[in-house]
């Protein structure tokens, strides 16, 4: 069954360190890859995402996530995290060969606790 | 500016109520969502339309219906046979068609249902 797994439930970490926020799916067919965050009480917003090419992927508010179709995983980072970086975040894959009807998958989200 | 618009952003009910939630959009996507949100347990699929005047059922259906009389609108009506109504309702759209659909949700900032 393709699926998302989110290895950490909650990640506290220090203003300025460096953050690493996990994602791994089951698949053996392409995926596109996506990485959404949450701010309390909001919608989702788009962070980034991997289609094709690079497997290094630059988003937005400095996170980047890097591709890795043999360990079928798609980690996020952060070198330096901000107080305002404290919210959910989840990953979300999609099957464009078939799968789902297209329709993305969810992990069970992320929370990321930035501490003074 | 584009967007999806849901509401009421609050919601209270009595038990044996239904309530209808509304979304809106205006990106001129096919597909629209809608997501129940709970704690720890990420979004689970409740209904999605790709084009209007069909829909069909997610993940978790049951004492939900919905509509799709227009392309901009996709209301979600929570029923009295919805066991455990209070959550979070998010919805979200995506461009729908066989070039360049990649599953790309558009969210919007959720509707937060409470059955007292």
């Known amino acids: 069954a393709q699926s998302v797994t989110q290895l950490d439930s909650q990640v506290p970490v220090f203003e300025e360190a460096p953050v690493e926020l996990r994602c791994n799916y089951s698949?053996?067919?392409?995926?596109?890859l996506f990485w959404y965050v949450q701010y309390p009480n909001q919608g989702l917003q788009l962070l980034l995402k991997?289609?094709?090419?690079?497997?290094l992927v630059k988003g937005i508010n400095g996170f980047e996530a890097e591709f890795n179709k043999s360990q079928t995983s798609f980690h996020l980072r952060k070198p330096s995290v901000h107080i305002s970086d404290t919210a959910e975040y989840f990953c979300?894959?999609?099957?464009?060969?078939?799968?789902?009807?297209?329709?993305?998958?969810f992990g069970k989200g992320t929370k990321l606790s930035v501490k003074p | 500016d584009g967007g999806i618009t849901q509401s009421p952003k609050y919601l209270f009910r009595k038990e044996g109520q239904n309530v209808t939630l509304s979304c809106e959009q205006n990106?001129?996507?096919?597909?629209m969502y809608w997501y129940r949100q709970d704690p720890g347990q990420g979004l689970r699929l409740i209904y999605y339309?790709?084009?209007?005047?069909?829909?069909q059922k997610g993940d978790i259906a049951e004492g939900y219906s919905v509509s799709r009389e227009k392309k901009e609108s996709f209301p979600l009506t929570v029923t009295s046979a919805q066991k455990n109504p209070t959550a979070f309702y998010l919805c979200?759209?995506?461009?729908?068609?066989?070039?360049?659909?990649?599953?790309?949700?558009?969210f919007g900032e959720g509707s937060r249902l409470t059955v007292l």
């Open positions: 979200a759209s995506s461009i729908k068609g066989l070039a360049g659909r990649t599953g790309e949700l558009f």
């Open positions: 698949s053996s067919v392409s995926v596109y």
């Open positions: 991997y289609l094709s090419g690079s497997t």
């Open positions: 979300a894959v999609s099957f464009p060969y078939g799968g789902s009807q297209g329709n993305l998958i």
């Open positions: 990106l001129n996507h096919d597909a």
């Open positions: 339309s790709q084009i209007v005047n069909d829909f």
